[in-house]
């Protein structure tokens, strides 16, 4: 399968397509680790990367972003310093109806006649100021946990605020 521009994914259109036990041929998600880093200990802030609108993330985005942001962390921090955590999961089955070009493709092309589609991956629906991404860290490690989301946010298809809370012990 070739993967199409996640534009034609992004935007929330329709009701949700979430059953897999009924849809057959859903591919796995991409992305399979939530938690990284130091989960025992208590972190004293909490910098978070939130969506400023409503949308589809796709599943390799959402892996994209964690795989980013734990090379920040790890390289610079420490595995120890830190627990970062993907707060969203890719329930929504996305669908193409696909399409046969070139010479010869009308008559192997169905066009719209039962265009429902077939699954090609899976998707967070997100909706507007959700927590993607959290990272727990120490006070000396906040700026470095803002740079990791800033480069995480950078792989989702929606614009996006950083946000640092002190969390009350």
Known sequence: MARKPGRMYRDIKGRATTRKDYVGGVPNPRITQF????KNENFPFSVSLLTEEACHIRHNALEAARISANKVMEKEVGVSNYHL?????????????????GAGADRVSQGMRKAYGKPVGTAARVKRNQPIITIRTREQFVEKAKEALRRAGMKIPSPFRIVVERIPT
Do not use: C
Request: hydrophobic share 35%; net charge positive.
């Open 35 to 38: 938690d990284f880093g130091n």
């Open 85 to 101: 955590k993907v707060r969203v999961y890719p329930h929504v089955i996305l669908r193409e109806n696909k399409q046969a070009t």
